[in-house]
C-alpha cells in the first residue's frame, strides 16, 4: 500500500463500541482480518471475524522462560505485549510449496503451488512488528534478491498498528529505536484509551488505502483532549519497558570477543530447540526438502523454515561447521546484533522480547550481549 505522510494526518475518533464497523468496512474490502486471540493460554495471530475474537480482557506476564495470561479489569481489547506468533508467519510462511512435479505418460508436467492466496488485514501490529516488517523487507526484497512468496504476499496485506501500550517485562523496543510508538510505514494507526467510562480509539492514516478507510468510517474529528490522551498512553509505555539494552559500541565488542569463553557457558545451557528462531519475528533462514509419493508418479519441493541452531543447518560435507552449541549461539547472537548491521544496514533485533520469554532456559539476549560488551577477550 502506498503509504502518506501519517504525523501532519488529521485524527480521528472511533468509540469502542463501533469496533465492529472495522471489521465489516474490512470484510466489505474482501480482506480476510488477521488479529490477536486467545488459544491455548496464549494471545496467537489468526483469523477473526469481529471484536468478541479479540483478547478483551487479558493481558500477558512475561519473563525468561514463562508465560501467563492474566485477566484484567479495565476492558481493552488490546493490553498486551506480544505474543509468540508473528506476522512473519503469513507473509513468509513455515512451509511454502515451491514446485510440483506430475509424472505424464513419458514425461513430467510441472505445477504451480497449490493455494489462492488470501488478502489479508493485519489487525494489532506493534511498533516492534512493523520494523520487523521492516527488516523482511530489507532481506527479502531489497537485497538484490526478491523472495516470490513473500513479495505477493506484502504487496496485498493492510497493515493496522495498535499502538502499544502495554509492555512486557521482556520488552525493550526503546531500546532498538523500533518503539514503542510507530510513527510510519503502516495504513492506519490506532490508540486504544480507557478513561472512565470512556472507551475509544484515536485513528491516525499512514496511507491512502487508510485514508479511504477512515473515510467510510465517517469518525468523527478527534479532539486534542483525546489526542494528548492516546499521546500519554504511549509516552508511558516506555516506562513500564522491562529491559534495556545499551547498543553503542555493541557490534565491535561482539566481534572483538569472537573467542571469549561465555560463549560456551551460554552454549552450555542452550538446550538447542530452536524455540528462539521460530518465535523471532526477523529470523529469515529456511531449508528445502523433497518429498515423492509412494506410487512415485509425484514430487514436490517445499521451503520451510529452519534454524541456526541445528546441526544440520551448517553441514557439509565432513560434518558440521558450529559443531558446538556456544558456536551456533555466537553465530546467531552475533548475526543479530553485529553483522546483520554489515549485512542490511540494521539490527537484526527489534527488542520484542520473544526470545527471551519462549527460551524454556532462560537464556537472554539484553544480558548475555551485556556480559559480552562489558568484557573484551585480548586477542
Ligand atoms: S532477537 Fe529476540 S528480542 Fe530480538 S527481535 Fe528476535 S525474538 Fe525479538
Ligand atoms: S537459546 Fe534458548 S530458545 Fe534458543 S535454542 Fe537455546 S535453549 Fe532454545
Known sequence: MSRTKADSAQKTKLDANDLPKLFQLLHSQGFTVIGPTVRDGAIVYDEIDSPADLPRGWTDEQEKGRYRLKKHDNGAYFGYAVGPHSWKQYLYPPRVQLWRMH????????????????????????????????ILDRVLLQNGFEDPTYKIRRSESLIIVVQCTAPAATCFCSSMQTGPKAEKGFDLAMTEVIDGDSHYFVLQEGSRTGRAILQELACPEATETEIAAAEQAVAAAVECMGRTLNTH??????????????WQEVGARCLNCTNCTQVCPTCFCTTVEDVTDLAGTTAERWRRW??????????????SVRSSAGARYRQWLTHKLASWVDQF????CVGCGRCITWCPVGIDITEEARVLAADTVKQ
Open 306 to 319: 529452519d534454524s541456526c541452531f541445528t546441526m544440520d543447518f551448517s553441514y557439509i560435507h565432513g560434518g
Open 345 to 348: 544496514g540494521t539490527f537484526g
Open 249 to 262: 559500541g555493541l557490534k565491535e565488542a561482539l566481534y572483538a570477543n569472537r573467542e571469549h569463553p561465555y
Open 103 to 134: 509424472k505424464n505418460g513419458g514425461g513430467f508436467e510441472l505445477s504451480s503451488p497449490d493455494g489462492q492466496l488470501k488478502k489479508y488485514a493485519f489487525l494489532g501490529v506493534r511498533s516492534c512488528e512493523l520494523h520487523a516488517i521492516d
